[in-house]
Antibody, heavy 130, light 105 residues
Framework: QVQLQESGPGLVKPSETLSLSCTVS????????WSWIRQFPGKGLEWIGN???????MYNPSLKSRVTISVDTSKKQFSLSLSSVTAADTAVYFC????????????????????????WGQGTLVTVSS | DIQMTQSPSSLSASLGDTVTITCRTS??????LNWYQQHPGKAPRLLIY???SLQSGVPSRFSGSGSGTDFTLTINNLQAEDFATYYC???????FGQGTRLDIK
C-alpha cells in the first residue's frame, strides 16, 4: 500500500526558510493531489496546501505569501518550502495524499473540494529557534 | 472562511459505551465532512469520509451522519483502542475542528 515519509531539518532559525520533502512509496504520484498539513503543539491542525502531478498548486490563503509546494514525479517526491519562519511555525509537519475530490466553480475559480486525507506520513517535528 | 465548531472538547466514557461527537459548520458544506482518529505521537487516521462513508479497514462500530451544517460521529461499544483524539475536517475550504479528546472514565 502507499506509504509517505517526510524528511528535512528538525531545527530552523527565525527568518529562514523551512524545507521539507515527502517521499511516496508503494504507488504512483499520478492522478492524485498531495498535501502538507501541520499540527501545532496545542494540537490544532492546519492545511498548508497541495500539489497535483502536473505541478498545479493550491495554498491556504493565510500562508500563501510564504509557501511553495512542488512535485518531482521522477523521484516520487513532493516538497514544501515555507519562508520567513517564526516561532509560530513550530509544529509537526505531515504530508498526505488527498483523494476523492472534484473540481467546483466557486467564487470565480475552480477549486478542488470534497476530498479527504489518506494516507498520512508519520510526521516530522520542526522547531523554529535561534 | 468556514468556521467549524466541534463538541465536546473532551469526553470520558467506559468500555462498551456509545459516544457521539458533533461538528457544526458556519455554512453548508453538503456532505464534505471527514472524521479522523489520532493516538498520541501518531498521524491522524481517516475513519469516515463524505460524512457517512466508512473507510476501508475501519471497524463498523464507527459511523458518521449529517449533511449541510450539522454532522455526527458515533462510536458504539467502545473498545480500549478507541480512546484517542478525534477531529472533523471540512473539505470545502479545508479546515479542521478543534478536536475531541476521548478518555477512559
Amino acid at each position: 500500500q502507499v506509504q509517505l515519509q517526510e524528511s528535512g531539518p528538525g531545527l530552523v532559525k527565525p527568518s529562514e526558510t523551512l524545507s521539507l520533502s515527502c517521499t511516496v512509496s508503494g504507488g504512483s504520484l499520478s492522478s492524485y493531489y498531495w498535501s502538507w498539513i501541520r499540527q501545532f503543539p496545542g494540537k490544532g491542525l492546519e492545511w498548508i496546501g497541495n500539489v497535483y502531478e502536473t505541478g498545479s498548486t493550491m495554498y491556504n490563503p493565510s500562508l500563501k505569501s510564504r509557501v511553495t509546494i512542488s512535485v518531482d514525479t521522477s523521484k516520487k517526491q513532493f516538497s514544501l518550502s515555507l519562508s520567513s519562519v517564526t516561532a509560530a511555525d513550530t509544529a509537526v509537519y505531515f504530508c498526505a495524499r488527498e483523494p476523492g475530490g472534484d473540481h467546483e466553480y466557486i467564487g470565480g475559480s475552480y477549486r478542488y473540494v470534497g476530498a479527504w486525507f489518506d494516507p498520512w506520513g508519520q510526521g516530522t517535528l520542526v522547531t523554529v529557534s535561534s | 472562511d468556514i468556521q467549524m465548531t466541534q463538541s465536546p472538547s473532551s469526553l470520558s466514557a467506559s468500555l462498551g459505551d456509545t459516544v457521539t461527537i458533533t461538528c457544526r459548520t458556519s455554512q453548508s458544506i453538503n456532505s464534505y465532512l471527514n472524521w479522523y482518529q489520532q493516538h498520541p505521537g501518531k498521524a491522524p487516521r481517516l475513519l469516515i469520509y463524505a460524512a457517512s462513508s466508512l473507510q476501508s479497514g475501519v471497524p463498523s462500530r464507527f459511523s458518521g451522519s449529517g449533511s449541510g451544517t450539522d454532522f455526527t460521529l458515533t462510536i458504539n461499544n467502545l473498545q480500549a483502542e478507541d480512546f484517542a483524539t478525534y477531529y472533523c475536517q471540512e473539505s470545502h475550504s479545508t479546515s479542521f475542528g478543534q478536536g475531541t479528546r476521548l478518555d477512559i472514565k
